[in-house]
């Protein structure tokens, strides 16, 4: 296919709104885990596809220290031009994280085949009450 990945961010939902709600190149790659023990924070998982023309069937998941965490369903996508940018975005709540330290990736492919990959932190925070 050729498509190439423009660019793929993975960032806390609630800090993605408050930064100004644009996606830009130093917005943190981050999940927030809360009070509530080994559950994240809503995330939103963002990327965008071009360099191509036609149809593929795109699909990412989140891969931590113990392996697969998050497998999210494919999709259908098509490329009208090769100039065209596909901006697709994914918000994901309530995943379970079992360790908060360690490397953390979202391995973006397409039609089966590992494009790209974006590394992101994972962060215990509190909240105020």
Not at 8 to 13: A, P
Not at 109 to 128: I, K, M, N, P, T
């Amino acid at each position: 296919m050729g498509a190439r990945l423009r660019y793929g961010k993975i960032t806390d939902r609630e800090l993605f709104f408050a930064q100004g709600g644009k996606l830009h190149p130093g917005l943190d790659n981050v999940i927030l885990v809360h009070d509530e023990p080994d559950v994240a924070a809503a995330f939103l998982v963002f990327r965008g596809w071009s360099d191509a023309h036609g149809s593929v069937t795109e699909q990412w998941r989140i891969e931590g220290p113990g392996g697969l965490i998050y497998e999210s369903v494919s999709r259908e996508i098509h490329l009208p031009t090769k100039s065209h940018l596909e901006r697709l975005e994914d918000e994901v709540s309530d995943l379970k994280i079992d360790q908060v330290d360690g490397n953390y990736s979202c391995i973006f492919s397409l039609d089966e085949e590992e494009v790209g990959r974006v590394a992101f932190s994972v962060r215990q925070v509190s909240r105020e009450r």
